[in-house]
């Protein structure tokens, strides 16, 4: 196959979708896989999910590779030719080199089993994983092996981080919902004001550890009433994102603070909905050996890197259906950081990345 590649990740650049929107990326993608043959190409998966499965016909495992359609809702200040001509949503993640990879390898026939290609919708909102899973469409593709590499500012530019264990934190966003009852400014003492309840609350979070071993919460969004003088406020809402190492850790964080505001919220009534909910990514051991064994095979330097990533990836939804690793491919130490307005993926990590992912295939089917 002769796609050009980068051609292909900066025309995905240049018209990027949101998450749960990605009709137009996903065709761009369809195309472009239906030209290399596949023996299976099953589109709509999940909401706008593509997978094209490529098959030895002969008995072995099936090996996914994941990539993500997504872009951000963030505008774009890279300055680079190819930028985003739609306002107010870009690739600031990479998604659109991750995909440029994982076309790289479209058509490629594995010795044994069968190879499947995977673009997931929504990562960035945390659905698309879960969604993808729930598709009947996916059962029956379901892989033995799945892995994904995320593009790393920070690393030097091409070295592999990876290792067995937590690569990604678990996450979820609490929406509290507060309500007591406005009153005359001039009478608070009638009323019921959120606002003692919301500064312990900010001060109870602030106090949880901030490292992600134990857990850490993120106060987001806040906000109180009217922007009057003469109401007290009744009205109160927090956006606080809750993180831990763990599904477990984050399940014990969730419990604590549900029982901390059902202790402290007096005459308040709180809500909670949740939202944005991250499963920890745990690297299975022998994928990630698979994944060092292909770098080393490569000759690519391995890059010292403090596991599990504080962000989080859905790629840890398909944990429990699969072994996984999710492995690190360094952007260059001084590169702008994700989601940052000024990011732009480098192109010259797709070559690296198709190398990377071909040679893991060559080590599962060894
Ligand atoms: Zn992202
Ligand atoms: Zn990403």
Redo the contacts with the bound molecule.
């Keep these: 196959m002769s796609l050009d590649l980068s051609a292909l990740r900066q025309a995905l650049h240049r018209q990027p979708d949101p998450s749960g929107q990605e009709g137009g990326t996903a065709r761009i993608i369809a195309d472009a896989l239906r030209g290399t043959a596949p023996d299976r190409l099953v589109t709509g998966l999940g909401g706008h999910g593509v997978a094209a499965v490529y098959d030895s016909g002969q008995p072995g495992p099936t090996v996914m590779f994941r990539a993500e359609l997504d872009a951000?809702p963030i505008t774009e200040a890279s300055g680079v030719a190819h930028a985003s001509d739609r306002p107010g949503v870009a690739h600031l993640?990479g998604h659109d080199g991750h995909m440029a990879i994982l076309t790289g390898l479209a058509g490629k026939r594995p010795q044994r089993g069968r190879m499947m290609l995977l673009f997931q919708p929504a990562?960035?909102t945390g659905a698309g994983a879960r969604a993808v899973l729930a598709d009947p469409a996916f059962t029956a593709l379901r892989p033995d092996y799945a892995f994904a590499l995320h593009n790393m500012p920070g690393l030097p530019l091409g070295a592999v981080a990876v290792a067995a264990g937590p690569a990604s934190c678990a996450s979820v966003g609490w929406r509290i919902a507060i309500a007591g009852r406005e009153a005359h400014a001039a009478f608070p003492e009638t009323g019921n004001s959120p606002a003692p309840f919301l500064a312990r609350l900010v001060d109870h979070l602030a106090a949880l550890p901030h490292c992600p071993d134990a857990a850490m919460a993120t106060l987001c969004h806040l906000s109180m009433g009217a922007p009057a003088f003469g109401i007290a406020p009744g009205q109160a809402v927090a956006n606080v994102t809750l993180r831990s190492n763990s599904d477990a850790g984050l399940a014990r964080l969730e419990t604590d603070l549900q029982s901390w505001l059902d202790t402290h919220a007096g005459g308040l009534s709180v809500q909670i909905t949740r939202h944005d909910h991250f499963n920890a990514t745990v690297n299975d051991p022998i994928a990630a050996a698979h994944v060092n064994a292909a770098r080393a095979s490569l000759g690519i330097e391995h890059a010292a890197y403090t596991f599990p990533m504080r962000?989080s990836e859905d790629f840890g939804a398909f944990s429990a259906h699969a072994k996984c690793a999710l492995f690190f491919l360094g952007a260059g130490e001084t590169h702008p950081a994700?989601?940052d307005p000024a990011y732009d993926f480098p192109d010259a990590l797709i070559a690296p990345g198709v190398a990377m992912f071909g040679a893991i295939l060559a080590q599962v089917m060894g």
């Design positions: 951000l993640c990562e960035e962000p994700l989601h």
